[in-house]
């Protein structure tokens, strides 16, 4: 059977996002039902791996040691939730620093394509963002937008191409867990 992997963002995704970003580890809270979908996409067999850009610490705001925290508070709720990450991919550049991994360039994307030894096309890349829409469309990868986060503010994005959209990310597993049976 080919190995299935799923990408998801992080912030608006998985847990609530902020302007002022997410800084430390008691910021960092799960949106409703997110831990439970990893869970079940994990038991059915995906690849979970986070793809996020983390301008914040290009920005001075957070350390790499914090982020680290932040991730390892995020892997244990996942872990708790009876989940698994297989990978957490991260850009910590800022948005002109010219770097080739931030989305919505696809350098992340390539980057989780070659440590799973897999192409991304028609693979599931879940965003809410049109960086993340846009990131998923150059690898071919199959672009699903969740409303949670930024979404709603990305459907009004006239200029933005989005097929597949969702409640958030509990719906939308749901939808790729009966796909799969």
Known sequence: MARRVIVLDRDGVINWDSENYIKSPTEWRPLPGSLTAIAQ???AGFEV???TNQSGLARGLLSLH???AIHSRMDCA???AG???AAIFICPHGPADGCLCRKPLDGLLRSIERYFG???RDQPVVGDSARDLE???RVGARAMLVRTGNGERTLTNKMVKVSEVYPNLAALAECL???TL
Do not use: F, N, P
């Open 118 to 120: 897999i192409s991304l």
């Open 177 to 179: 867990l009966k796909e």
């Open 41 to 43: 996409l994990s038991a």
């Open 49 to 51: 791996v986070i793809c």
């Open 83 to 85: 989940g698994r990450l």
């Open 78 to 80: 996942v872990r708790a």
């Open 66 to 68: 914090d982020l680290s």
């Open 135 to 137: 990131a998923a469309y």
